[in-house]
């Protein structure tokens, strides 16, 4: 692993950890996934912070309860409480209803609200603060995403001099696709007071190169190895692209342990002995949802041969839920689920399974493991972990993946994958079929083969990537 500061300060909008009641006292309980797994042993040995909001009032026992998370550890969780107004305007309004379709290509969905910026420029100084009182010079500052574009800006104009580093984890759209935001140039300059931007994709750092040229044209541009460097007032800014993943080692164990086994063997005898399309997704337009079961709608009419022995089992997450748009597209896909089983069941067969709930671990391996197909067709997606954990998971060398070439995972996973365009309908019912007709060697020479991608480049090999740009800058 790369060298790094004494001290590591981690930045995202929300704090890895879960606040609740119980027995009428507050315990804070930490949050598992990715980038808490990649972060947390750097602050464990280095000594750290992560900072983040919550949702919950600034009272003593909120403190007292963060405290006790992590006393045994050699880091501290530092909160941002913020008011319900600022996370309406900040987070649903600013972040979700400007940034995030408008950065999926979906600008028609954008809602360019003025009161929006001012919130998100309060909340980006108020994080700002906190961090200026719990900060030093000498500390690595690594700020994560879409909802904190503004942070070293202020950090900067706060007086400090520690070394920014920034990760998108969302795409970078197009100048013709950015051009549209109000505030395209404050963005863009709030960004080069870090030291080092990162991205998922190359796709998305040569958006960000283009977007540069066309916006802030006092920027100076070079290449530097397989990045940038951009030289602005005085200040050099290091552009890379680092591919997040996840630890292919623990899915893969837990994959394999004999509660998971259980499971599988319980959901293989439910659907009795027909084969299973899966889709795992968040309840997020970008997703590509709708699009999906209109593609399986027209699998089972294009295809009938596959009718009664292939189901659809479709998890969608909660997310999102006080947002119109999102509620409009829960009853959207609900909608599609009645038509098309409607259209198709037959006694004793349901063509599409519908899941609308959270999902615990050792469920999801299970449902992973009992796929033969999985279709990950986002619209557009910065990377798409759930790819990657599918793969990690088969642990037994079959499984065809279907992926969307939109996804950020897709350069990588090309390797083995059916890519597709998710927009294309009957193209993506033609992958459908290719992928249950495919030979039973040629799925496991193609799922061999994005294993091993995975497994040679984890959450890890992400971090450990990222750091050594940075040392080089």
Not at 357 to 366: N, T, V
Not at 439 to 461: F, K, Y
């Amino acid at each position: 692993m790369e060298s790094v500061p004494e001290r590591l300060v981690v930045v995202s909008n929300r704090i890895p950890i879960t606040i609740s009641t119980e027995n009428d006292e507050l315990t804070a309980v930490p949050s598992s996934g990715g980038l808490v797994t990649a972060l947390q042993p750097l602050l464990q040995e280095h000594g750290g912070i992560w900072v983040g909001s919550v949702d919950v009032e600034d009272t003593p026992e909120v403190h007292k309860a963060l405290d006790d998370a992590t006393k045994r550890e050699s880091f501290e969780y530092v909160p941002v409480f913020l008011t319900k107004e600022e996370q309406v305007n900040f987070y649903q309004g600013f972040s979700n209803e400007i940034i995030w379709p408008l950065f999926h290509d979906l600008q028609s969905r954008c809602i360019f609200d003025p009161k929006y910026w001012t919130y998100y420029l309060q909340v980006n100084q108020k994080f700002a603060e906190v961090m200026y009182q719990t900060c030093n010079d000498g500390d690595l500052i690594w700020i994560h995403d879409y909802q904190l574009m503004q942070l070293a800006r202020n950090l900067r104009q706060a007086g400090s001099h520690s070394k920014l580093a920034f990760f998108m984890h969302i795409p970078w759209p197009p100048p013709d696709i950015f051009a549209k935001l109000p505030w395209r140039e404050s963005v863009m300059n709030g960004l080069l007071d870090h030291d080092l931007i990162g991205f998922q994709t190359e796709r998305d750092e040569r958006n960000f190169i283009s977007c540069l040229n066309a916006f802030v044209p006092a920027a100076k541009v070079r290449e530097y190895g397989d990045g940038h460097v951009v030289e602005m007032d005085q200040r050099r800014t290091h552009v890379g692209w680092f591919p997040i993943s996840i630890d292919f080692d623990a899915y893969s164990k837990a994959a394999a342990e004999l509660p998971v086994e259980e499971k599988m063997k319980k959901v293989l005898e439910d659907v009795s002995g027909v084969r299973i399309a899966l889709g795992v997704d968040r309840l997020d337009y970008t997703k590509g949802i709708p699009e999906r079961l209109r593609a399986f709608a027209s699998f089972l009419r294009d295809f009938p041969q596959f009718r009664h022995k292939v189901t659809l089992i479709q998890v969608v997450v909660p997310s999102r839920e006080a947002i119109q748009e999102y509620q409009d597209l829960k009853l959207e896909v609900e909608s599609l689920v009645t038509k098309i089983n409607g259209e198709f069941s037959q006694p004793g067969w349901i063509p599409i399974n519908y899941m609308h709930r959270s999902i615990p671990r050792e469920e999801l391996l299970a449902l992973y493991r009992s796929a033969e197909v999985a279709l990950v067709t986002p619209l557009k997606d910065g990377m798409n972990l759930v790819a990657k954990e599918y793969c990690a998971a088969k642990t037994e060398g079959g499984g065809v993946l279907i992926l969307s070439e939109f996804a950020g995972a897709a350069p990588e996973l090309g390797v083995g994958a059916i890519l597709v365009n998710p927009y294309d309908e009957l193209g993506v019912a033609q992958a459908l079929n290719q992928a249950f007709s495919m030979q039973c060697h040629e799925q496991r020479e193609r799922m061999q083969r994005l294993r091993e991608q995975v497994r040679q480049n984890t959450i890890l090999t992400w971090r450990d990537r990222l750091f050594s740009r940075l040392e080089a800058a």
